[in-house]
């Protein structure tokens, strides 16, 4: 018997591991799924919520910019007593009407196939019973429950994925503050506070996206991000399943790390060498819930469908951020977009998930038209209503069996070469209704 388990010993292959240092953690492959599901949605919530005003770092621009933003303050004076402090927001964070298994349908119903919740911000307060975090957590304060688990129930019993945002800097954490006042040469922050925390977070709930943020002011090395990936992807209870984003420290954004953001609502000009994302708020001005949030300032369908549309054929993923109220719900427009979204995918999606980048991502004609590909099918996605019904895609190269058919319509589509065996003339149907102002045609047998 000893020696069949030293056999199996010998024939198992050790799984290599990864090192603490950038050249060996960026040489891990991206699990799979992440680039396959092309759209998740972000939700920004917290304390933040609560004033509803400006944007989820309005504590920032209240009591931490100098000079103060001068709304915050007037907002302040008008509305709240003398000696109101922002923690004095937390009780008011209610979530009462919270009800994750509303919220993970809405998400199923967007055609999102991950969720990105923000379980700490940069104003410090964890959206989970922070053992490292006392009275400032939504156990000890304000709803009074686990949002990070109880949203992740719902969301992976719809067979989502689940993931995580993490601020790793706190405005006004005092550990964090004396660590910068030493010019990060001491780490009283990281190793009380920031690490103890993202350990706590990946091994209780097993998040599937660490979407790190809140870098910028200092080193990877006074992070020790390093580190912390190379136990992430070494013996992590996901270390097969996670991915992680770029914002590990000053200078690793679209450097190094997983998927690159690069910036907030990130738009190449061309086909990145890399996997990167692309994260945007369907309100414009904030990312958290906003109270006077005027309608002209949210995105519309079409020209969330359109951005969705550019960031897949240019390779990347779509993050799309609602920010929900302080008592638990998520406003009805941003509902109606996230529904809207998922009627279109509903017809469309066969061209957008799993999908790669063709060699020509994009023609300008007519109307624009983006392209996608699937093995040997090409999708040519049209983001706006062509003008007649005749549409000449100029770039794919035809054959005789090529086959053209719009998406969502059932009989395959005449065409004809505008070229020899370059370019088609499609005789396009009485497009149907869509609210996103976008369709499909698939195109089988071309290159």
Same mark, same amino acid.
Do not use: M
């Given at each position: 018997m000893a020696a069949v388990f030293l056999l199996l010993a010998f024939a198992a292959p050790a799984a290599a591991r990864y090192t603490a240092n950038w050249t060996s953690l960026d040489a891990r492959p991206l699990p799979s799924w992440y680039d396959e599901a092309k759209v998740g949605i972000f939700v920004h919530w917290g304390v933040f919520s609560v004033p509803g005003f400006g944007s989820e770092w309005f504590w920032w621009h209240w009591q931490g910019q100098q000079p103060p933003d001068p709304k915050c303050v007037s907002y302040m004076s008008k509305n709240y007593p003398p000696g109101f402090s922002y923690p004095d927001f937390a009780p008011e964070f209610h979530a009462q009407f919270f009800n994750p298994e509303e919220w993970a349908d809405i998400f199923k119903a967007?055609?999102?196939?991950?969720?990105?919740?923000?379980?700490?911000?940069?104003?410090?307060?964890?959206?989970?019973?922070? !053992?490292?975090?006392?009275n400032w957590n939504s156990v000890d304060n304000g709803p009074k429950r686990d949002l990070v688990e109880d949203l992740g129930d719902a969301v992976r019993n719809r067979s989502l994925h689940y993931g995580l945002y993490n601020s790793l800097y706190e405005w006004f954490n005092p550990l964090y503050l004396e660590d910068k006042k030493n010019g990060f040469k001491t780490q009283q922050f990281v190793m009380q506070k920031l690490l103890p925390e993202l350990y706590n977070i990946v091994v209780r709930y097993r998040p599937e996206v660490i979407w790190s943020d809140g870098d910028w002011e200092a080193p990877d090395t006074y992070w020790n991000s390093t580190q912390f990936l190379a136990w992430l992807y070494n013996d992590? !209870?996901?270390?097969? =399943?996670?991915?992680?984003?770029?914002?590990? +420290?000053?200078?690793? #954004?679209?450097?190094?790390? +997983?998927?690159?953001?690069?910036?907030d609502k990130y738009t190449p000009g061309q086909l990145p060498k890399h996997k990167w994302e692309k994260c945007t708020s369907v309100d414009t001005l904030s990312w958290g819930y906003r109270r006077n949030m005027k309608l002209k300032e949210l995105m519309d369908l079409p020209a969330i469908i359109d951005d969705l549309v550019s960031?897949?054929?240019?390779?990347?993923?779509?993050l799309l951020n609602v920010g929900p109220? #302080?008592?638990? =719900?998520? !406003?009805?427009?941003?509902?109606?977009?996230?529904? +809207?979204? +998922?009627?279109?995918?509903?017809?469309?999606?066969?061209?957008?998930? #799993?999908?790669k980048p063709w060699r020509v991502q994009m023609e300008n004609g007519t109307v624009p038209v983006w392209y996608t590909s699937k093995g040997a099918t090409v999708y040519a996605i049209i983001t706006a209503k062509p003008p007649t019904t005749i549409l000449k895609l100029l770039i794919p190269q =035809?054959? #005789?069996?090529?086959?053209?058919?719009?998406?969502?319509?059932p009989s395959p589509l005449p065409w004809a070469p505008v070229y020899p065996n370059v370019g088609l003339s499609v005789l396009l149907p009485e497009l149907p209704f869509t609210p996103g102002q976008a369709w499909t045609l698939k195109l089988d047998n071309v290159q």
């Open positions: 967007s055609g999102a196939k991950y969720v990105v919740l923000t379980s700490k911000h940069h104003e410090g307060f964890t959206n989970w019973g922070s !053992p490292y975090s006392w992590s !209870p996901v270390k097969e =399943t996670v991915v992680t984003n770029d914002r590990w +420290g000053q200078g690793t #954004a679209c450097k190094h790390g +997983g998927f690159y953001n690069c910036e960031t897949v054929a240019l390779g990347g993923n779509y109220t #302080a008592d638990g =719900t998520i !406003p009805s427009v941003f509902e109606e977009r996230l529904r +809207g979204l +998922g009627a279109w995918l509903e017809t469309n999606g066969e061209a957008i998930y #799993a999908t =035809t054959s #005789a069996t090529t086959k053209v058919t719009l998406l969502g319509h």
